[in-house]
């Protein structure tokens, strides 16, 4: 069972950048997925969740109205569309199968399977 982040990079502010969140091992499609950053010296940051079905989406205020989450189950991927970044998106971003089921904006993520290798994002000019 296995999880792994990919797609980071650097990017100026004001980029773009979609994190893509891939399975193996067991079938993503039945799990709650969450996205996790942490900035170095800092406490790691819940981003966001995606219900298992996808009909369900829940955001940090920080990131609310810039980032998207979404899956595609037959993929066995949940991405996390980043827009507008800003330098304090500068993280490791990892993703972890949410047991609190994303089910609201104040737990999502607090209770989560093992991280998945992360992928380093940088937003800097």
């Known amino acids: 069972v296995q999880l792994q982040a990919s797609g980071g990079g650097l990017v100026q502010p004001g980029g773009s950048l979609r994190l893509s969140c891939a399975a193996s091992g067991f079938t993503l499609g039945h799990y709650a997925i969450v996205w996790f950053r942490q900035a170095p010296g800092k406490e790691r940051e819940r981003v966001s969740c995606?219900?298992?079905?996808?009909?369900?989406?829940l955001y940090a205020d920080s990131v609310k109205g810039r980032f998207s989450i979404s899956r595609d189950n037959a993929k066995n991927t949940v991405y996390l569309q980043m827009n507008s970044l800003k330098p304090d998106d500068t993280a490791v971003y990892y993703c972890a199968t949410d047991l609190t089921h994303c089910t609201y904006g104040s737990t999502f993520g607090t209770d989560s399977g093992p991280w998945g290798k992360g992928t380093l994002v940088t937003v800097s000019s």
């Open positions: 995606i219900g298992s079905s996808g009909g369900r989406t």
